[in-house]
């Protein structure tokens, strides 16, 4: 082989070698520190919050924790769609091992709230039922994310 060859083979497996060192940098970083939030708005331009129409009866109002190591947090499900995971950008921030930075959200749609894993490395679950895709929810439902358990309450 000739000394430009092999020149040109070191230099290739170095690229390669150090594309995975940052890919794994750029992992552990989103990990640890989540995703970017976006600048608010400047001073005087603020949004006007959407309207929300009140809640019909028997219809969940609120998503709370009720066990695990951040049992008492809660979320208005009028700021939906209610993400929960590990990350700064979730409204339901969990400090739980087995729980990814982005886990799962909460959605509604045509007066249904729905709860959806969002490719979770230890999954969502309802009840002993692994999500794996929308699964609908209501009133007193019990969503195991790791060892957290959230649920709607009104």
Do not use: C
Not at 19 to 31: E, Q
């Amino acid at each position: 082989m000739s000394e430009l060859t092999l020149f040109l083979v070191r230099i290739a497996y170095l690229a390669i070698l150090w594309i995975f060192v940052l890919s794994a940098i750029s992992v552990i970083r989103s990990d640890m520190f989540g995703a970017r939030v976006p600048a608010p708005a400047a001073p005087g331009k603020q949004p006007k919050p959407p309207k929300t129409s009140s809640p019909r009866r028997g219809q969940p109002t609120q998503v709370a924790v009720v066990q695990g190591v951040n049992t008492g947090i809660t979320a208005d499900l009028s700021q939906a769609p209610i993400l929960i995971g590990r990350g700064n950008d979730a409204a339901i921030r969990l400090d739980d091992d087995y729980v990814s930075t982005r886990h799962a959200r909460i959605v509604s749609s045509g007066g249904q709230w729905y709860v959806e894993d969002l490719g979770s490395t230890n999954g969502t679950y309802l009840g002993s039922q692994r999500l794996t895709q929308p699964v609908p929810v209501g009133l007193g439902s019990q969503i195991r994310i790791g060892k957290t358990i959230v649920e709607l309450r009104k």
